[in-house]
Protein backbone atom coordinates (compact mmCIF):
# COMPACT_ATOMS: atom_id res chain seq x y z
CA UNK A 1 0.00 0.00 0.00
CA UNK A 2 1.08 3.74 -0.73
CA UNK A 3 -1.71 5.30 1.62
CA UNK A 4 1.68 7.94 2.97
CA UNK A 5 3.33 8.64 -0.77
CA UNK A 6 4.67 11.84 -0.61
CA UNK A 7 3.54 12.52 2.97
CA UNK A 8 5.98 13.31 5.79
CA UNK A 9 5.52 12.09 9.10
CA UNK A 10 7.29 12.93 12.67
CA UNK A 11 7.32 10.05 15.13
CA UNK A 12 8.85 10.71 18.60
CA UNK A 13 10.61 7.69 20.62
CA UNK A 14 11.09 6.42 17.04
CA UNK A 15 14.47 4.23 18.24
CA UNK A 16 12.33 2.30 21.10
CA UNK A 17 10.54 -1.19 20.01
CA UNK A 18 6.72 0.49 19.57
CA UNK A 19 8.14 3.62 17.71
CA UNK A 20 10.46 1.60 15.28
CA UNK A 21 7.92 -0.93 14.36
CA UNK A 22 5.49 2.80 13.69
CA UNK A 23 8.35 3.92 11.92
CA UNK A 24 9.03 1.28 9.70
CA UNK A 25 4.97 0.57 9.09
CA UNK A 26 4.64 4.29 8.06
CA UNK A 27 7.60 4.13 5.51
CA UNK A 28 6.73 0.82 3.78
CA UNK A 29 3.64 2.65 2.85
CA UNK A 30 5.46 5.64 1.20
CA UNK A 31 5.83 8.40 4.17
CA UNK A 32 9.50 10.00 4.36
CA UNK A 33 9.75 9.62 8.30
CA UNK A 34 11.85 11.68 10.60
CA UNK A 35 12.14 10.00 13.79
CA UNK A 36 13.14 11.63 17.56
CA UNK A 37 14.65 10.19 20.14
CA UNK A 38 17.54 10.30 22.86
CA UNK A 39 18.93 7.13 21.75
CA UNK A 40 20.93 8.49 19.34
CA UNK A 41 22.66 5.12 17.89
CA UNK A 42 19.32 3.27 17.32
CA UNK A 43 17.71 6.04 16.10
CA UNK A 44 20.17 6.69 13.16
CA UNK A 45 20.36 2.88 12.70
CA UNK A 46 16.82 3.03 11.95
CA UNK A 47 16.78 6.17 9.84
CA UNK A 48 19.57 4.55 7.36
CA UNK A 49 17.31 2.05 7.14
CA UNK A 50 14.04 3.35 6.38
CA UNK A 51 15.67 6.22 3.87
CA UNK A 52 14.23 8.70 6.90
CA UNK A 53 16.19 11.34 8.81
CA UNK A 54 16.94 10.79 12.50
CA UNK A 55 17.23 14.27 14.96
CA UNK A 56 18.14 13.34 18.68
CA UNK A 57 15.64 15.11 20.77
CA UNK A 58 13.94 15.39 24.70
CA UNK A 59 10.41 15.42 24.49
CA UNK A 60 10.54 17.11 27.48
CA UNK A 61 12.20 20.40 26.13
CA UNK A 62 9.95 23.48 24.62
CA UNK A 63 13.07 24.90 23.37
CA UNK A 64 14.12 21.37 21.58
CA UNK A 65 10.68 20.92 20.30
CA UNK A 66 11.05 24.12 18.64
CA UNK A 67 14.22 23.17 17.10
CA UNK A 68 12.98 19.78 15.94
CA UNK A 69 9.67 21.46 14.66
CA UNK A 70 12.17 23.97 12.17
CA UNK A 71 13.99 21.39 11.47
CA UNK A 72 11.72 19.28 9.86
CA UNK A 73 10.25 22.81 7.88
CA UNK A 74 13.14 22.74 6.83
CA UNK A 75 13.97 19.50 5.22
CA UNK A 76 10.60 18.95 4.31
CA UNK A 77 8.83 22.33 4.28
CA UNK A 78 5.90 20.60 5.92
CA UNK A 79 4.42 17.97 8.68
CA UNK A 80 1.87 15.84 7.60
CA UNK A 81 1.53 13.03 10.36
CA UNK A 82 2.49 13.35 14.30
CA UNK A 83 2.58 10.30 16.05
CA UNK A 84 3.99 11.29 19.92
CA UNK A 85 5.04 7.75 21.22
CA UNK A 86 8.05 8.74 23.31
CA UNK A 87 7.07 7.88 26.93
CA UNK A 88 9.01 6.02 29.87
CA UNK A 89 7.68 4.08 32.90
CA UNK A 90 9.30 5.61 35.71
CA UNK A 91 10.66 3.90 38.94
CA UNK A 92 8.87 0.74 39.16
CA UNK A 93 9.94 0.16 42.73
CA UNK A 94 7.35 2.74 43.08
CA UNK A 95 4.27 2.68 43.14
CA UNK A 96 0.54 4.50 45.34
CA UNK A 97 1.60 6.44 48.11
CA UNK A 98 5.09 5.54 47.57
CA UNK A 99 5.52 7.21 44.51
CA UNK A 100 7.83 10.28 44.78
CA UNK A 101 7.55 13.08 43.16
CA UNK A 102 10.82 13.01 41.63
CA UNK A 103 9.50 10.19 39.84
CA UNK A 104 6.52 11.62 39.22
CA UNK A 105 7.39 14.31 37.41
CA UNK A 106 10.23 12.74 35.36
CA UNK A 107 7.31 10.19 34.31
CA UNK A 108 4.62 13.35 33.57
CA UNK A 109 7.22 15.51 31.88
CA UNK A 110 7.95 12.54 28.81
CA UNK A 111 4.51 11.05 28.98
CA UNK A 112 2.30 14.61 29.43
CA UNK A 113 4.64 17.40 28.62
CA UNK A 114 6.57 15.84 26.04
CA UNK A 115 2.84 15.21 24.00
CA UNK A 116 1.68 18.49 24.59
CA UNK A 117 4.71 20.51 23.68
CA UNK A 118 4.96 18.09 20.26
CA UNK A 119 1.15 19.13 19.75
CA UNK A 120 1.71 22.61 20.85
CA UNK A 121 4.65 22.92 18.69
CA UNK A 122 3.21 21.21 14.99
CA UNK A 123 -0.36 21.45 15.23
CA UNK A 124 -0.01 25.78 14.36
CA UNK A 125 1.42 24.18 10.99
CA UNK A 126 -1.26 21.67 10.19
CA UNK A 127 -3.66 24.56 10.93
CA UNK A 128 -2.29 27.15 8.33
CA UNK A 129 -2.28 24.02 6.09
CA UNK A 130 -5.89 23.31 6.56
CA UNK A 131 -5.46 19.20 7.30
CA UNK A 132 -2.81 16.89 9.38
CA UNK A 133 -2.96 13.90 11.47
CA UNK A 134 -1.92 13.77 14.80
CA UNK A 135 -2.04 10.41 17.10
CA UNK A 136 -0.89 10.59 20.61
CA UNK A 137 0.22 6.89 22.21
CA UNK A 138 -1.98 6.51 25.46
CA UNK A 139 -2.25 3.19 27.51
CA UNK A 140 -4.83 0.97 28.95
CA UNK A 141 -4.13 1.85 31.78
CA UNK A 142 -6.03 5.53 31.79
CA UNK A 143 -8.96 3.44 31.91
CA UNK A 144 -7.96 1.03 35.04
CA UNK A 145 -6.65 2.16 38.53
CA UNK A 146 -3.56 0.94 38.89
CA UNK A 147 -1.74 2.35 42.10
CA UNK A 148 1.21 0.23 41.37
CA UNK A 149 1.46 2.84 38.28
CA UNK A 150 0.18 5.77 39.79
CA UNK A 151 2.44 8.24 37.76
CA UNK A 152 2.15 5.96 34.53
CA UNK A 153 -1.87 6.19 34.65
CA UNK A 154 -1.87 9.92 35.26
CA UNK A 155 0.18 10.97 32.66
CA UNK A 156 -1.50 8.47 29.99
CA UNK A 157 -5.14 9.97 30.94
CA UNK A 158 -4.25 13.27 30.78
CA UNK A 159 -2.74 12.27 27.11
CA UNK A 160 -6.50 10.85 26.13
CA UNK A 161 -7.71 14.22 27.16
CA UNK A 162 -5.60 16.18 25.37
CA UNK A 163 -6.32 14.18 22.24
CA UNK A 164 -10.11 14.83 22.54
CA UNK A 165 -9.76 18.51 23.28
CA UNK A 166 -7.11 19.18 20.29
CA UNK A 167 -9.30 17.28 18.11
CA UNK A 168 -12.03 20.02 18.18
CA UNK A 169 -9.58 22.57 17.69
CA UNK A 170 -8.33 21.03 14.73
CA UNK A 171 -12.32 20.39 13.12
CA UNK A 172 -12.78 24.83 13.39
CA UNK A 173 -13.53 26.82 10.60
CA UNK A 174 -13.82 23.90 8.10
CA UNK A 175 -9.72 22.30 8.99
CA UNK A 176 -8.91 19.10 9.08
CA UNK A 177 -6.79 18.16 11.66
CA UNK A 178 -7.56 15.17 13.45
CA UNK A 179 -6.56 14.10 16.22
CA UNK A 180 -7.00 10.81 17.89
CA UNK A 181 -5.27 8.50 21.23
CA UNK A 182 -4.24 5.01 20.86
CA UNK A 183 -4.21 3.24 24.45
CA UNK A 184 -2.40 -0.71 23.69
CA UNK A 185 -2.28 -2.76 26.42
CA UNK A 186 0.68 -5.04 27.27
CA UNK A 187 2.57 -5.14 23.98
CA UNK A 188 6.08 -6.58 23.93
CA UNK A 189 8.42 -3.95 24.37
CA UNK A 190 11.26 -3.46 26.05
CA UNK A 191 9.38 -1.41 28.53
CA UNK A 192 7.06 -4.72 29.43
CA UNK A 193 10.08 -7.06 29.03
CA UNK A 194 11.25 -5.24 32.64
CA UNK A 195 7.95 -5.56 33.89
CA UNK A 196 8.08 -9.56 33.32
CA UNK A 197 11.82 -9.65 34.42
CA UNK A 198 11.32 -7.90 37.46
CA UNK A 199 7.90 -10.17 38.54
CA UNK A 200 10.47 -13.24 37.97
CA UNK A 201 13.06 -11.78 40.04
CA UNK A 202 10.56 -10.69 42.97
CA UNK A 203 8.53 -13.66 43.11
CA UNK A 204 11.56 -15.88 42.38
CA UNK A 205 9.81 -17.77 39.37
CA UNK A 206 11.05 -18.31 35.82
CA UNK A 207 10.60 -16.41 32.89
CA UNK A 208 8.22 -18.59 31.02
CA UNK A 209 6.00 -18.41 34.71
CA UNK A 210 6.14 -15.14 34.90
CA UNK A 211 5.38 -13.92 31.50
CA UNK A 212 2.18 -16.39 32.21
CA UNK A 213 1.27 -14.33 35.24
CA UNK A 214 1.95 -11.04 33.68
CA UNK A 215 -0.73 -11.90 31.30
CA UNK A 216 -3.07 -13.76 33.07
CA UNK A 217 -6.14 -11.09 33.18
CA UNK A 218 -5.60 -10.11 29.34
CA UNK A 219 -8.46 -12.91 27.41
CA UNK A 220 -6.21 -13.00 24.55
CA UNK A 221 -3.29 -14.75 27.27
CA UNK A 222 -0.50 -13.23 25.18
CA UNK A 223 1.11 -9.56 25.00
CA UNK A 224 0.64 -8.02 21.66
CA UNK A 225 3.19 -7.07 19.03
CA UNK A 226 4.60 -3.26 18.02
CA UNK A 227 2.97 -4.31 14.47
CA UNK A 228 -0.75 -4.76 16.03
CA UNK A 229 -0.44 -1.14 17.18
CA UNK A 230 1.69 0.36 13.87
CA UNK A 231 -1.10 -0.76 11.58
CA UNK A 232 -3.63 0.58 13.82
CA UNK A 233 -1.66 3.93 13.87
CA UNK A 234 -1.08 3.75 10.05
CA UNK A 235 -4.93 3.77 9.44
CA UNK A 236 -5.58 6.83 12.04
CA UNK A 237 -2.98 8.60 10.54
CA UNK A 238 -4.21 8.24 6.93
CA UNK A 239 -6.41 9.47 4.59
CA UNK A 240 -9.10 6.56 5.25
CA UNK A 241 -9.72 7.71 8.62
CA UNK A 242 -10.52 11.13 7.23
CA UNK A 243 -13.61 11.45 9.27
CA UNK A 244 -12.18 10.25 12.67
CA UNK A 245 -11.28 11.95 15.02
CA UNK A 246 -11.68 12.60 19.19
CA UNK A 247 -11.68 8.98 19.35
CA UNK A 248 -9.81 6.53 21.89
CA UNK A 249 -8.85 3.32 20.23
CA UNK A 250 -7.71 0.60 22.64
CA UNK A 251 -5.29 -2.52 21.32
CA UNK A 252 -5.61 -4.67 24.41
CA UNK A 253 -6.10 -8.18 24.22
CA UNK A 254 -9.51 -7.54 25.59
CA UNK A 255 -7.64 -6.68 28.80
CA UNK A 256 -10.02 -3.47 29.89
CA UNK A 257 -13.26 -5.57 28.77
CA UNK A 258 -11.89 -7.97 31.56
CA UNK A 259 -11.15 -5.35 34.11
CA UNK A 260 -13.85 -3.05 33.44
CA UNK A 261 -16.14 -6.57 34.32
Given amino acids: MTRFEGKIALITGGAGGLGSAIARR ?6 HVVITDVAEAAGKALADEIGGQFLRHDVSSEAEWAQVTDAVLAIAGRIDVLVNTAGIEGDISEGGLATSYANYRRVLSVNLDG ?4 C ?7 LAAGRGAIVNISSAVSFIASPSGLAYGISKAGVEQLSRTLAIIGARDGKRVRCNSVHPGVIKTRMTDSIVESYAAMSGVDEAEAEAAVCANIPMGMRGRPEDIAALIAYLASDEAGYVTGAQFTADGGWTVLSAG
Fill in 26 to 31: LAAEGA
Fill in 120 to 126: MAVMPHM
Fill in 115 to 118: TFLG
